[in-house]
């Protein structure tokens, strides 16, 4: 019981992690918007990790990103919103694929 109880503690007591995310902004999307504003999310994590592995060289990584960000409509708010959010917080690397 006790190897149950002091980490479950120690879990709930401390506090986490916050880098500035404006949960009024996500709760104010609809499902759509929410989706849109994910991918964009995803999207630019993806490339900002596999960028700093070293998996994807500076190069094929701003092609990806420029691909990306030219093929969705400006109309698409959320996704460069998450975008960009996605990227914060990461290493300084990534700074160059903000939008």
Do not use: H, Q
């Given at each position: 019981m006790?190897?149950?109880?002091?980490?479950l503690?120690?879990?709930?007591?401390?506090?986490?992690?916050?880098?500035?995310?404006?949960?009024?902004?996500?709760?104010?999307?609809?499902?759509?918007?929410?989706?849109?504003?994910?991918?964009?999310?995803?999207?630019s994590?993806?490339?900002?990790?596999a960028?700093?592995?070293?998996?994807?060289k500076?190069k094929?990584?701003?092609k990806?990103?420029?691909?990306?960000?030219?093929?969705?409509?400006?109309?698409?708010?959320?996704?460069?919103v998450?975008?960009?959010?996605?990227?914060?917080?990461?290493?300084?690397?990534?700074?160059?694929?903000?939008?």
């Amino acid at each position: 019981m006790k190897r149950l109880l002091l980490p479950l503690l120690a879990v709930i007591a401390l506090p986490t992690a916050t880098y500035g995310l404006d949960v009024n902004y996500l709760n104010s999307l609809n499902r759509a918007e929410a989706f849109t504003y994910g991918s964009g999310f995803g999207a630019s994590s993806m490339i900002c990790a596999a960028y700093k592995t070293g998996s994807i060289k500076k190069k094929v990584a701003l092609k990806i990103t420029s691909n990306l960000l030219l093929k969705i409509p400006k109309s698409m708010l959320e996704y460069f919103v998450g975008w960009n959010e996605g990227l914060e917080g990461r290493d300084e690397k990534c700074e160059i694929f903000k939008f």
